[in-house]
């Protein structure tokens, strides 16, 4: 799995840059090479598995593979569970962080050092090694915990058809991200003014909550929700090895029948993502204009 | 510095609270972030506990016989793999990574520098097994390229050491432009136009200022590629299954039980190791991070 | 150190089509502080960076001791440069950020260090040498900045804006020393500014630009006093508009007849340039003129009247002249006696002028 990084909405008030004077054409060879080589490199794949998914041995070109995809076996549970792991994974991570959060600006000072420790924590600690860790837990309900209420709930949160866990795992493995998008929506605005001003107000503490810090807080919420929407939509390792299906697990699964229908799958899993960062971005510039 | 920029939004200090946080307010305060902190203790401090727990376990008595063998044999080399990929894979991406973001923020263009930086947040997250299909699909056995201009017939292989480096260039390129263009883009000119008013050349600048100045965001940016890289699995998993050795397909391996009964504590142990490099790496990039900021800002 | 003369011939410079530089000619002298003043976009900083080296002019010269260094690469110039802020090598302390220059040029460490030292010393930051930028305050930057400008014996300094970033209080301060310091080192200087009580506190000769063109170049005395255009003389201190109607060269004005000073515009009906320090207020309860506000400023109040016609004039006068003097209270106006600037008649009728410094 990719390291996920906060995806940068194109910055649109950097100060132009300084007329760099006297040098007019030195740089731009270099530029033009560097520019040229990276485009080939990231189109190739691309078109390549464009080629690869249209090119029939027979008929020359077709559109099989896509149109296959949305009748294939599978494919609406797993792309339907991964939509519902990925909504109940945003619910859980923001309700669960954004009043630690405001807590810590407002009233807790000394909590802010530690929940930035807590929410890098998960970084250090690799997927695979996570679940490893997770298996284990789970594989003591029926060693240690037969007879307790516990094992009852370790058996619920493995409910293939919405396994818990996987929201608990993705949840941990999200938190670093989420928290620095927060974070920096947070640091752009004066959340102790903002309150206080609406406190001065007469405004009770639900009303600022809903009215005055999530609208402002809007970009970083976005940005927060759309980190963790890719991560759980790309998520395979927690999922494939503790036995789940999700859309991830399921692209491998149906590989071994139909390859070119895997690549479309492919194909149709990037082109997700890229609409999902410009509705994103389009949404933070609105906001912008706004301000 | 704050008295020379009276425009920038005054961030709260920590010392602005104690005004308004009495004792009440700040109980409060850890109350609001229990959820968060029990929900962290559970979900990741209980794995990590059998994790650890588990490490040093074998046939259910204290020992650190796992340990050792997860550094001997198979294990180690598919440890070492992964370290040397992971490395070579952080200093690449973050060479061609800088190359790129500097072609962009030079650029006169807003266009192609906007244009660059979406499309590496979208490529960034392109991980996984997509990425690896579209690799298959362009430079595997019978992919597009490879049956184009008959690749096989020189020996290439994408199912290989250096084919998946390749590949993970394709996500830690991106990451690299990401954290680096923010670094230049706090490079002042003035520092530029005052190293060339005290008679240095281009290359005495870079030599004296911008590349000491950029180091902290540059080696940032190899320990976050470094930890991209040596955390994947699923793009190796999908491309190379066992053909190189890697620890992460070693600890998979160990778990679903495509190996020998009783090894789950050897992958436990495995993870462990994968901790500790992580770990070290990341202990590196966050006073890194401080200094830059610091610098940058 | 020795200053060199410098000369800017027929300099022009276009940045697509805004015009920076529109055929600049000027002369410093050797060892003079010359200030240039003007509104931004005026081009005085293109100027200062065409004798840095950073701007190359579309025409003309500019000359440094007699020689053309027109072409000559920046980091081959004889002139230190201050930038307005933030330019100090963040990476390298105090001291290293001084002695770059030297090493860039391989001079011996001792050496260089020494050297580094005594100019720390020099603008007043003896033991502030081990500090790095984000370690120092921006007037302490400054500083900084000014010791490495000077580090390399430059024969001319540039200062662009160095003063603009910094507290009101400290930008007063080190206006001072750049000019004691400068006056013992000798140096031709340079010193780009859009403040005119900076550019007339410490300038021998202060230019005057607009639209890329020198407006006028004198004293702090002369540009003040006989400001050549009325572009100066709006630009340089505070300066009422009255009414007056020409007759021959003289102009009548609130009932009196003063000489008219430089170019007269045509028609008869103009507006007569005044600075507030040249309106005598007598406090009477008959007065014709209304204080309208009075802003007290210490040595001096500021008095903002209405005449009965409507025209609003500023005047200064001593604090201890005004007591009697709040608003709604009465006074008779009168202008010092001497030659005035006209300038053709604005449009709208007795322009307000701003109450600025």
Known sequence: MAALTPAAPPVTDAPAPARRPGRPRAGRGWRGAVLVIAAVYFLTPLLASFVFTVNDPVTGFTLDAYLEIFSAEGFVSSLLLSLGLAAATIVTVLVLTLPAMLAARLSAPRLRPVLEVLCTLPLVVPPITFVAGISTVLRWGPDYLATTPFYMTLIAVQNPSFPVVLVIANVVLALPFVYRALDAGLGAMDVRTLVEAARNCGASWPHVLLRVIIPNLKSGLASASFLTLALVLGEYTVARLLGFQPFSVWIVTISGSNAAMSVAVSIFSLLLTWLLLLVLSTAGTRRRRQS | MAETSPAAPAAPRPGDRARAGGGGRRSLGWTAALPLLLFVGLAFGVPALALLAGAFTSEGAPSTANLTRSLQGAYLTALIGSVKLSALVAVVGAVLGTFLAQAVVTSPLRRLRDGVLTASGVLANFGGVPLAFAWIATLGNSGVLTTRLGLDAYGWSLYSFWGLALVYLYFSVPLMVLVVVPALDGLRPQWREAAQNNGATTWQFWRHVGIPVLTPALLGGVVLLFGGAFAAYATAAAMVGTVVPLVTLQIADALTGNVLIGYENVALALSFDMVVVAGLVMAIHLPLQRRSARWLR | ?357
């Not at chain 3, 990476?91 to 050297?115: E, Q």
């Not at chain 3, 921006?138 to 000077?150: D, F, T």
């Open chain 3, 1 to 357: 150190m020795n200053g060199a003369q410098v000369e800017f011939r027929g300099l022009r410079r276009a940045f697509g089509t805004t015009v920076a530089l529109d055929g600049l000619d000027l002369t410093v002298a050797p060892g003079e502080l010359i200030a240039l003043l003007g509104p931004s976009g005026c081009g005085k900083t293109t100027a200062l960076r065409c004798v840095a080296g950073f701007e190359t002019p579309d025409a003309g010269a500019v000359l440094v001791g007699g020689e053309d260094i027109t072409r000559v690469p920046a980091n081959r110039r004889d002139a230190g440069m201050v930038f307005q802020s933030y330019s100090l090598f963040p990476n390298l302390n105090a001291r290293d950020n001084v002695a770059f220059g030297m090493r860039v040029r391989k001079v011996p460490a001792a050496k260089r260090h020494a050297r580094a030292a005594e100019l720390l010393e020099l603008v007043g930051l003896p033991s502030q040498g081990g500090r790095y930028p984000h370690q120092l305050s921006g007037g302490q930057q400054q500083r900084v900045a000014l010791a490495r400008a000077l580090a390399l014996e430059p024969s001319v300094l540039l200062l662009d804006e160095p003063l603009s970033a910094l507290d009101a209080k400290v930008r007063v301060t080190l206006r001072e020393e750049i000019r004691r310091l400068q006056l013992s080192l000798g140096i031709t200087t340079i010193f780009v500014t859009h403040d005119q009580e900076e550019a007339l506190s410490v300038a021998d000769h202060v230019a005057v630009l607009k639209d890329g063109r020198l407006e006028q170049v004198g004293t702090p005395a002369e540009v003040y006093d006989r400001p050549a255009t009325p572009f100066v003389a709006e630009f340089v201190g505070t300066m009422n508009h009255l009414p007056g109607r020409l007759d021959g060269d003289q102009v009548e004005v609130i009932g009196q007849r003063l000489p008219v000073h430089g170019e007269v515009p045509a028609g008869p009906d103009v507006d007569v340039l005044v600075r507030p320090e040249t309106v005598l207020v007598t406090a009477a309860h008959d007065g014709d003129a209304e204080v309208v506000t009075a802003s007290f400023r210490g040595a001096s109040v500021r008095l903002r009247l209405r005449l009965a016609d409507g025209t609003e004039v500023l005047a200064d006068l001593p604090g201890h002249d005004a007591t009697r003097l709040g608003p709604g209270g009465r006074a008779f106006l009168r202008l010092v006696r001497r030659p005035v600037l006209v300038a053709p008649r604005a449009t709208a009728p007795a322009k307000v002028p701003a109450a600025g410094v």
